[in-house]
């Protein structure tokens, strides 16, 4: 069966510190895999999504950026954080007719 | 993708049927429903998905309207343990991105 694995669960960085949140899938290859973001009480923002290796598309412009090394690896980085990168990052891979998310990061900037 | 609007807030009594609305007038022929739902603090969670057809899965039915420019997410006994936001989504190719709009919180009362 398919799994997703996102982590750390949480963390608190300073501003202007980098960030590395990394994810990847088991059971299935060449997944859509996508990161989302979810600030307090709001919707999800999807922020990037990816088809293959080394193809991404970003949403929204932003501070963030997010790379595709391997086919089930996702990784979201920041060179330097912001307080407004503060939420809950969310992992997510799809395949023909469903989405499956992982548990998500709640990253807080302080 | 065409855009949904959602009531942003219902609520339903427990073991009565919880039906949630979603209008997508501008969906084209090839787009699909896909209905997920979030709990408080976890990633997101696929419910059903359907096309032109009613869908009935062991979680929910979905009913489209013949036009498809609306359809319904039926939970036909509702549990306390069915409180969360509930996103309709339209979606084109399988590849496609899958935006979330702000959903409908569903509160299930005792």
């Known amino acids: 069966s398919q799994t997703i694995h996102q982590w750390p669960a949480t963390l608190v960085q300073p501003v202007g510190s980098p960030l590395s949140l990394e994810c990847t899938v088991e059971g299935t290859s060449n997944p859509n895999l996508y990161w989302y973001r979810q600030a307090a009480g709001r919707g999800l923002q999807l922020l990037f999504y990816s088809v293959g290796i080394g193809q991404i598309s970003s949403e929204v412009p932003q501070n963030l950026s997010a790379s595709r090394p391997q086919d089930r690896q996702f990784i979201l980085s920041s060179k330097k954080l912001l307080l407004s990168d503060s939420g809950f990052y969310l992992c997510?891979?799809?395949?023909?007719?469903?989405?499956?998310f992982g548990q998500g990061t709640r990253l807080t900037v302080v | 993708d065409a855009k949904t609007t959602q009531p942003p807030s219902m609520d339903c009594a427990e073991g009565r049927a919880a039906n949630l609305p979603c209008n997508h007038s501008?969906?084209?022929?090839?787009?699909?429903v896909y209905w997920y739902r979030q709990i408080h603090s976890q990633g997101p969670q696929y419910i059903i998905h359907?096309?032109?057809n009613n869908e009935t899965n062991e979680m929910a039915s979905l009913i489209i309207t013949e036009d498809r420019k609306s359809s319904t997410l039926i939970l036909p006994h509702a549990t306390l343990r069915d409180t969360a936001v509930y996103y309709c989504i339209v979606r084109g190719s399988s590849r496609g991105k899958l935006i979330f709009g702000q959903g409908t919180e569903l509160s299930v009362k005792p």
């Open positions: 501008t969906i084209s022929g090839n787009e699909y």
């Open positions: 997510a891979w799809g395949r023909n007719t469903e989405a499956f």
């Open positions: 359907g096309l032109k």
